[in-house]
């Protein structure tokens, strides 16, 4: 449904005009968010649970349309019957439904509607609509950078949010930020050296690569589901372009009580970054495009080979994380499959990703899983066209 909403507007007397042009353009809904807008005069608007007025007033001036989509604060099923009351159609949730992942989601949801439609009225169902994952921006400084060729580089900053130590970052993403520019996510390489590895694709990160020691920068996160932990394994890491970036901190931190392998490509010999941190923690296999260094060819070529090189008794116990551009990740798990049950074979594919929270949706994988939340690394099923989730 095509909706017009009345964020943009500067003060809510504009509501009720702004509601009447949106009806006469043929706008179907309008959300009333009090994200936007304030009083000409008179006290600010409170953030959570306001709007009751202007919805009324807006609901009286535009009769039964265009439908009125009610948000902000709404957690409990009372929040949802103020909103009704006030002459809402639909209801928004936000912020109460940050730091769930998928499955919570639904629960939540359905505890809701549960409360909804029980008599009499109870409200089991509540949330706090302050957010419990972290939305405030840190400013970090550039401190070093090096550039790998000339679309990849690796920038090291002075601090992040908080204190991490190797591995307390696996499976984790940070969003960076340059005001006016606008923000993208990153996985951080390496929590040491608080770093992350560039490759300049678009508007945001060829702005990164005119930067250099002692720009700031702001960073939000982390955010990410992590890594479950594996015992007694053989951990194959296969990484593709920068892709491999993900993978250095998840080695860190699965590397007590595993052993781990690394296939790492990319497309020169250049671009393939850093390889000393990986052969610290286990053996290494380099396969590039052109044949500039390691094996002639793209990584998944690789994977038998390297698999066949174990020991059978580790041969047995393999599991298998792949991150990198998805047609790599989708033959890496072709070919995986054949070698361990689908619950050993862990992916990340750098799907488009906005929020960072699970609102937006823009994330979802081919089975609907939000890979910002329940992932970004997921189990092989997640990355199925209707794959069964289990809830
Ligand atoms: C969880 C997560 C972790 C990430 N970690 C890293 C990281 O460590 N290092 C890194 O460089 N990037 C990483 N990315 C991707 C990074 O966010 C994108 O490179 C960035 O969004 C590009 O923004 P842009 O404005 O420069 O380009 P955009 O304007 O967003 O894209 C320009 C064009 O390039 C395409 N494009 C976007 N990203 C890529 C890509 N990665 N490869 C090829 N084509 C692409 C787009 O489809 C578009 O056509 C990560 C993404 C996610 C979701
Ligand atoms: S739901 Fe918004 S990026 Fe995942």
């Given at each position: 449904?095509?909706?017009?909403?009345?964020?943009?507007?500067?003060?809510?007397?504009?509501?009720?005009?702004?509601?009447?042009?949106?009806?006469?353009?043929?706008?179907?809904?309008?959300?009333?968010?009090?994200?936007?807008?304030?009083?000409?005069?008179?006290?600010?608007?409170?953030?959570?649970?306001?709007?009751?007025?202007?919805?009324?007033?807006?609901?009286?001036?535009?009769?039964?349309?265009?439908?009125?989509?009610?948000?902000?604060?709404?957690?409990?099923?009372?929040?949802?019957?103020?909103?009704?009351?006030?002459?809402?159609?639909?209801?928004?949730?936000?912020?109460?439904?940050?730091?769930?992942?998928?499955?919570?989601?639904r629960d939540y949801l359905a505890e809701l509607h549960g409360?909804?439609?029980?008599?009499?009225?109870?409200?089991?169902c509540?949330?706090?609509?302050?957010?419990?994952?972290?939305?405030?921006?840190?400013?970090?400084?550039?401190?070093?950078?090096?550039?790998?060729?000339?679309?990849?580089?690796?920038?090291?900053?002075?601090?992040?949010?908080?204190?991490?130590?190797?591995?307390?970052?696996?499976?984790?993403?940070?969003?960076?930020?340059?005001?006016?520019?606008?923000?993208?996510?990153?996985?951080?390489?390496?929590?040491?050296?608080?770093?992350?590895?560039?490759?300049?694709?678009?508007?945001?990160?060829?702005?990164?690569?005119?930067?250099?020691?002692?720009?700031?920068?702001?960073?939000?996160?982390?955010?990410?589901?992590?890594?479950?932990?594996?015992?007694?394994?053989?951990?194959?890491?296969?990484?593709?372009?920068?892709?491999?970036?993900?993978?250095?901190?998840?080695?860190?931190?699965?590397?007590?009580?595993?052993?781990?392998?690394?296939?790492?490509?990319?497309?020169?010999?250049?671009?393939?970054?850093?390889?000393?941190?990986?052969?610290?923690?286990?053996?290494?296999?380099?396969?590039?495009?052109?044949?500039?260094?390691?094996?002639?060819?793209?990584?998944?070529?690789?994977?038998?080979?390297?698999?066949?090189?174990?020991?059978?008794?580790?041969?047995?116990?393999?599991?298998?994380?792949?991150?990198?551009?998805?047609?790599?990740?989708?033959?890496?798990?072709?070919?995986?499959?054949?070698?361990?049950?689908?619950?050993?074979?862990?992916?990340?594919?750098?799907?488009?990703?906005?929020?960072?929270?699970?609102?937006?949706?823009?994330?979802?994988?081919?089975?609907?899983?939000?890979?910002?939340?329940?992932?970004?690394?997921?189990?092989?099923?997640?990355?199925?066209?209707?794959?069964?989730?289990?809830v």
């Amino acid at each position: 449904m095509a909706y017009a909403s009345s964020q943009h507007l500067a003060t809510v007397e504009d509501y009720v005009p702004d509601v009447l042009k949106a009806k006469a353009q043929g706008y179907r809904g309008y959300k009333i968010h009090p994200g936007g807008g304030q009083h000409a005069t008179g006290p600010a608007i409170p953030s959570y649970i306001g709007h009751m007025e202007e919805i009324r007033e807006v609901r009286k001036a535009v009769g039964d349309g265009p439908v009125i989509i009610g948000m902000g604060g709404i957690a409990s099923s009372e929040h949802v019957r103020q909103y009704a009351a006030a002459g809402a159609d639909l209801f928004g949730i936000g912020s109460a439904l940050t730091g769930l992942d998928s499955a919570q989601f639904r629960d939540y949801l359905a505890e809701l509607h549960g409360d909804l439609c029980r008599a009499p009225r109870e409200d089991r169902c509540r949330r706090s609509c302050e957010s419990v994952v972290p939305m405030d921006y840190a400013t970090a400084r550039i401190r070093s950078r090096v550039d790998y060729d000339a679309s990849l580089f690796k920038l090291a900053f002075d601090s992040l949010p908080a204190d991490y130590r190797d591995g307390n970052l696996a499976g984790k993403f940070f969003f960076l930020c340059v005001p006016g520019v606008g923000e993208k996510p990153f996985a951080i390489f390496s929590a040491s050296e608080k770093s992350v590895i560039v490759r300049v694709v678009g508007e945001f990160s060829a702005h990164l690569a005119g930067l250099g020691p002692g720009s700031e920068i702001l960073l939000r996160g982390p955010y990410g589901r992590g890594v479950p932990r594996f015992e007694n394994s053989t951990l194959v890491f296969v990484g593709g372009g920068t892709g491999i970036a993900s993978l250095l901190e998840i080695a860190h931190q699965l590397q007590p009580g595993n052993r781990e392998v690394f296939l790492l490509g990319a497309r020169t010999r250049e671009q393939l970054f850093d390889v000393d941190k990986f052969e610290r923690l286990g053996p290494v296999t380099l396969a590039t495009d052109d044949g500039s260094l390691g094996r002639h060819g793209l990584a998944p070529e690789f994977l038998a080979e390297v698999a066949a090189g174990l020991p059978q008794a580790e041969r047995e116990r393999l599991v298998f994380i792949n991150c990198g551009p998805a047609p790599m990740v989708h033959r890496c798990f072709e070919i995986q499959k054949e070698m361990v049950s689908e619950e050993r074979i862990l992916g990340s594919i750098e799907y488009m990703t906005s929020c960072g929270v699970g609102i937006c949706g823009k994330c979802a994988s081919p089975s609907g899983a939000l890979s910002c939340i329940d992932g970004p690394f997921m189990p092989w099923r997640e990355f199925q066209c209707g794959a069964r989730r289990e809830v």
